[in-house]
């Protein structure tokens, strides 16, 4: 859960390219747990970076996502 909250946090101070390092990794801890709270907290960050689908990490990370979780358009 926390690496999830740290990549919101990164999210807000160092912008996507970072943060989707540390996304990555929470998602792996999530896939492997099962944790839903994980999975809420990715589910987050995805809303958030909705706006920035140009970003190449911000695709890597839905792409990632879309393969483990539906989320919203």
């Given at each position: 859960?926390?690496?999830?909250?740290?990549?919101?946090?990164?999210?807000?101070?160092?912008?996507?390219?970072?943060?989707?390092?540390?996304?990555?990794?929470?998602?792996?801890?999530?896939?492997?747990?099962?944790?839903?709270?994980?999975?809420?907290?990715?589910?987050?960050?995805?809303?958030?970076?909705?706006?920035r689908?140009?970003?190449?990490e911000?695709?890597?990370?839905?792409?990632?996502?879309?393969?483990?979780?539906?989320?919203?358009?």
């Amino acid at each position: 859960m926390h690496l999830a909250r740290s990549a919101g946090a990164q999210l807000r101070a160092v912008g996507p390219e970072q943060d989707e390092i540390t996304a990555i990794d929470a998602m792996s801890v999530a896939v492997t747990s099962g944790s839903g709270r994980i999975f809420g907290e990715l589910a987050s960050l995805d809303h958030q970076l909705q706006r920035r689908q140009t970003v190449a990490e911000v695709v890597q990370f839905r792409q990632a996502l879309d393969s483990v979780m539906l989320h919203e358009v």
